[in-house]
């Protein structure tokens, strides 16, 4: 079966014509010479005619031939054959492997992970390949890529290979196909072929899709039965008034089976500190914790881990948190005594009634506050002109400061927390039927321990109209507001007939606002692989133990681990997608192809075959030779 790579050049085969016309109408006219007698001549001219004859025939159909082949050539032809699928005889081929090394195949089956298995394939592939094959190796390591995925002649060095590890950051397969269309393209070959060696994990594919791709199973494996750790976070429990630190955890069941006597283990400041034992029901997800003594302030890190051997890298989940035993507050207020439900929660929150400190206007200054942990506005009338500096000069230094507004919010105060919330205050109300929160912000370290099965009702609010970033909302009430560290409760804390304020969960959304609001380097939000950190510092510690020098202003996390910088530590951990493994069963796009077992049977059977325009150019060179011989025999006669 012919295909031509060209095919638009055909149309200049009607150039055969050329030399039938030149033959037709450029014949020479003997000229006539009368002789006494002619029949010897007459006879000699009809030999001689019969050899000219033939011979302008066989040099027509030789010109003929030279435009026809010449045509054909450059419109490159390519064979394709039945016998060419027969041993390793195949036309020479732009050919890409994409190794899947993200973090799900590092699964383990019998004696031999996925990425193993992957690397099998690869040197059977590689057997395959010609010297005259271009080859292109890549990964979903975009570094690796970056640094190797260059076109190589021939067979790709095995030892190449053998370098590649499991990412814990995976670039978007979209992006890696597309490298390997761009980079097939410049060999400039018509036949190319992408294959990608992998679990068959679901991922993102492109839209549209041009070069024959095939993805090549490592295994069979329907389903896995991996357990991961996931969602460590510091929370605390209020008992006898004082707060009991936690660190909760989620262990996840990823087999469609249950499994019993899984050990969890906590690595709290450098050794393992507690350990327990859980049950897991079929694709459960299970909440535990571990509580921990904690006793000095500064920075605490470590990690919770499961102990299961056939995914080992989503076993481990690391946290890190700022954690000060006793801190100061400062109340900015003209209440020489606070509500007891907010006195109540400082108190338990600083352990130590003495860093409770309230300051009215006369006694405040910027250099006494920016030495308190935590700043509340609480009941003040009056907004004077040194206290609106003092407040904007704490939010410029990043200071966090919560905001209480009181029944008898002053006007110039709602003009001012209007400014810096993006929102207009209407009236203070009281409900006569309880309203039930609607909305909780789950995604915020302050509310995201809440739940809405927790029975949480108010009745004396401010209504406002806000843009700001809802925390708590009743109805299209709000209820509790943050923008860039600063806070805002609009609900009436004084009052003991609040049901917010005696509900069990206003100890933790109160102390989780307190502590995120504590300093800048107290936050502890949850960063992925992948994940830029700002830096304090040029140097920058590594979850090895390395420690490298950057001159950037923010730093991307490879990793998983923890990372030392200059004032804190932070935390980063995997993006938990592959942990649900969700195998690819349909292909519904063009020029993918899904393999099985059998995938030998269908790599290196191009779309176009061998290309034979050589051949033609040989046999045009072959036919000027044959051309210019009969030419000059007849010169020679």
Known sequence: MFSFLNSGILFLSAAIVIPILIYLFAKKKPRKIIFSSIRFIKESQKKQRRKINIK???????????????????????????????GNLHPQTAIALIIDNSYSMDYLIDTQTELEKAKSIFSEINEIISKDDITLILTLNKDWNTLNGNL????????????????????????????????????????????FITDFQDQELPEKIDIPWFFIPTTELENKNNISCQNVQLTAELTKRTFQKILSFEVVNHADFSQQDIICQLFLEGHTTSEKVVDLQTYQRKKETFAINLEKSGWHSGYVQVKNERLPFDNRNYFSFFYNLSPKIAVISDANELPIPLQTILEIYTNNPENIKIFSTENLNYETLKDFENIIVFKKQTLSTKLEFILDKLQKNKK??????????????????????????????????????????????????????QNITFNDIWKISSSADVLLQAQEFPLALEKDKICLWLFDIEGLQ????????????????????????????????????????????LPSGNTIQTNEQYFICSSAGIYKLDNRLASINLDYTESDFKRITTSPIKHLKLLGSDWKKHILQTRYGFEIWKILLILVLLLFALEMLLIKKEEGK
Request: glycine share 2%; net charge neutral.
């Open 152 to 195: 190589i002649y021939g067979k790709i060095p095995e030892d190449l290979v053998a370098n590649i590890s499991i990412t814990p950051q995976a670039q978007p397969l979209k992006e890696v196909f597309a490298l390997a269309s761009r980079k097939l393209k410049e060999s400039h070959l018509p036949n190319q072929e992408i294959y």
């Open 400 to 453: 966090g400061i919560l905001f209480i507004a009181d029944r008898n919010l002053s006007e110039e105060w709602q003009n001012y927390l209007g400014n810096l919330f993006s929102v207009k205050f209407e009236e203070f109300h009281h409900f006569d039927k309880n309203l039930k929160v609607s909305f909780i912000n789950k995604f915020h370290p302050i509310t995201n321990l809440l739940e809405a099965s």
């Open 56 to 86: 302008n025939l066989l040099l027509l159909i030789l010109r003929m031939l030279i435009i026809l082949l010449t045509i054909l050539a450059i419109s490159r032809p390519a064979l394709k054959a039945p016998f060419l699928d027969k």
């Open 498 to 541: 609040n049901p917010f304020v005696l509900n069990s969960s206003f100890p933790v959304f109160a102390y989780n606002c307190l502590q995120f609001l504590c300093s800048e380097i107290n936050q502890n939000i949850a960063l992925k692989v992948g994940s830029k950190i700002k830096l304090d510092s040029p140097f920058i510690e």
